[in-house]
């Protein structure tokens, strides 16, 4: 079955690069060359930042099984990953609306690399410190840079709509190009030139160290509420009061922890869903089609977004439904499709089935990236904004500690199925944010008319 994933693999290539060079001037944005600049130093750290974490994501399992570790003790390492982004991270991350978005992205950097630096011991308690540390730079890693990213844009007196292109172009490479670039660098470190799986980590730092320098050198500090008498709790409290008090703000917050929440289970069922029998799958190959049609995605989303229509609001719905729809096929052809009994082998066809459903999810996952980036910057509140976007995360890490708690408790079908059930309800809660964004054009259109056919009376 070789020829299918060359043949997917050249053809989402073929699509993406047919996307990419037919795009007129409706389908780009005309910006400024100050802009411009600004937007490549950006992209620019951003990618390194993400190659830091692509780096280490496919050998993190690898390197504690190779010291020794059983599925049980590496289960409780990630575990502590996921609990230290939701309790430290939030945290962390929120001090950065209060003590600096460019000081929060140096301490990811530095935090990250001492991370890389545990992976070097063998011993369980180092091992389980550097989960701790991964975890926080997470938090820093999904809210920091997107924080400083939108202030600094405001700033500088850009226009909003431009925010759009930074968002595609850094998902598309970050997200995309990056990961795949990772993949086989990795891949080249631990077996071509048989460093170790601690190479990755080591790579990593280096980018990282390389990423944090730019940071230092170009980047100026923006905060979000820098007022001395507002200490952490107010902060946390001011935020819960945004979410509360602002339905958009907590459906969205609600979105992205159903979408993200699917896409991070995803992550862990996506082998065993295509090696029921201990298939022989190209691990590595199957990641970076993935990844192809991640780019697939933000190359799509780059077009929607410079566009005045259709809004995100209204073609995300339709983005949700499909990926809850990609995420029932393990389900639909477990019923339909006879499994295959004989243990090794190449993939089954079921198998082939289920990797064009899960291209089509990354495909979705690669248009969320930046629409939920443009929703985020048109309804989070600037000055709470770190705080809020952490907040988001703790539903998603209790999810994902759950489902990793869990994990052998219940059939991989009914993993597929919950999922999909979430990404049913977040298209539903996206026709809701939709309908109330809607409102108050709608309102004072009404409100126009009446006033219209009021004026004849007044004569």
């Not at 299918?4 to 050249?10: E, T, V």
């Not at 030139?193 to 601690?198: D, I, R, T």
């Not at 995803?266 to 065993?272: E, G, S």
Request: hydrophobic share 45%; net charge neutral; with cysteine.
């Amino acid at each position: 079955m070789e020829w299918f994933f060359y043949l997917l693999f050249g053809s989402l290539s073929a699509v993406v690069a047919v996307i990419e060079l037919s795009k007129n001037n409706k389908d780009r944005i005309n910006t400024s060359t100050a802009f411009n600049s600004f937007k490549n130093n950006y992209v620019l750290v951003y990618s390194l930042m993400m190659a830091g974490d692509w780096l280490q994501g496919p050998y993190v399992y690898y390197l504690y099984s190779t010291y020794g570790f059983g599925k049980g003790d590496i289960g409780q390492l990630f575990i502590a990953g996921f609990g230290s982004s939701m309790l430290f991270g939030t945290i962390v991350g929120s001090l950065a609306d209060k003590q600096g978005r460019k000081r929060a992205c140096v301490t990811y950097c530095i935090t990250y690399i001492l991370s890389c630096i545990t992976k070097h011991s063998p011993q369980y308690k180092v091992l389980m410190l550097g989960r701790i540390l991964g975890g926080i730079a997470t938090s820093l890693l999904f809210s920091a840079f997107e924080s400083w990213l939108v202030a600094e844009h405001n700033k500088r007196g850009f226009e909003q709509q431009w925010l759009s292109v930074t968002f595609s172009k850094a998902i598309f490479l970050g997200n995309g190009l990056v990961a795949i670039l990772s993949g086989l660098v990795g891949n080249l470190l631990v077996d071509t030139f048989g460093f170790g799986p601690v190479a990755p980590f080591d790579a990593a730092a280096c980018l990282l160290a390389i990423g944090m320098a730019i940071i230092l050198s170009s980047w100026t500090e923006n905060y979000g509420d820098p007022s001395e008498n507002k200490d952490l709790l107010a902060q946390f409290k001011g935020a819960a009061i945004a979410i509360a008090s602002d339905e958009k703000i907590a459906l969205l917050g609600a979105i992205q922890s159903l979408f993200e929440g699917s896409m991070y289970t995803f992550v862990f069922l996506w082998t065993p869903a295509l090696s029921p029998n201990d298939e022989e799958i190209p691990h590595g190959f199957i990641f970076a089609t993935f990844m192809l049609a991640s780019m697939l995605g933000s190359s799509i989303a780059s077009r929607l977004l410079a566009r005045s229509s259709p809004r995100v609001e209204s073609y995300m719905q339709i983005v949700f439904s499909i990926s809850a729809v990609s995420l029932l096929l393990p389900i639909v052809t477990n019923f339909l499709v006879e499994p295959s009994k004989v243990k090794g082998g190449g993939i089954s066809f079921s198998g082939c089935i289920q990797v064009l459903g899960f291209c089509a999810f990354e495909a979705c996952v690669g248009i969320f990236w930046p629409s939920i980036m443009k929703m985020r910057s048109q309804y989070i509140p600037e000055e709470a904004r770190s705080t809020i976007m952490n907040f988001f995360r703790i539903p998603l890490n209790i999810f994902v500690c759950v489902v990793l708690y869990n994990v052998n408790a219940f059939p991989i079908t009914v993993m597929f199925g919950m999922c999909s059930i979430f990404l049913f309800v977040a298209s539903i809660l996206q026709r809701r944010l939709m309908a109330i964004s809607e409102k108050p054009k709608t309102e004072a259109y009404g409100l126009k008319e009446r006033d219209t056919e009021s004026e004849p009376m007044n004569i």
